[in-house]
Nanobody, 120 residues
Framework: VQLQASGGGLVQAGGSLRLSCLASGSIFSIDGMRWYRQAPGKQRELVAG???????NYADSAKGRFTISRDDAKNTVYLQMNSLKPEDTAVYYC???????????????WGQGTQVTVSS
């Protein structure tokens, strides 16, 4: 199983980006999916999460600006980021709880990260 994150880039403050994270491999099903970020010199922090039933949660810094969504037919989770600020600059990582082996095994998998840079 692999997670492939994409969609990062350089954007001016106030701009938008949409991150995508595609899960591939021998997947039986996907439970929760999340986005984290890690800025230089800081700890990795949770940005947003979405449950298998579609319930979402956000860090205070993301509320009102970011939207997490998922497309289970495509095994993909998205993060729409609007009104970006320089402090949103970080490497963004996706993570997901994925069941394999006909549902017998459940593990957390991580994507490789995608860089988001917001200029002032």
């Amino acid at each position: 199983v692999q997670l492939q994150a994409s969609g990062g880039g350089l954007v001016q403050a106030g701009g938008s980006l949409r991150l995508s994270c595609l899960a591939s491999g021998s997947i039986f099903s996907i439970d929760g999916m999340r986005w984290y970020r890690q800025a230089p010199g800081k700890q990795r922090e949770l940005v947003a999460g979405i449950s298998v039933s579609g319930i979402t949660n956000y860090a205070d810094s993301a509320k009102g600006r970011f939207t997490i969504s998922r497309d289970d037919a495509k095994n993909t989770v998205y993060l729409q980021m609007n009104s970006l600020k320089p402090e949103d600059t970080a490497v963004y990582y996706c993570a997901a709880e994925i069941r394999t082996g006909g549902g017998r095994y459940r593990s957390t998998y991580w994507g490789q990260g995608t860089q988001v840079t917001v200029s002032s």
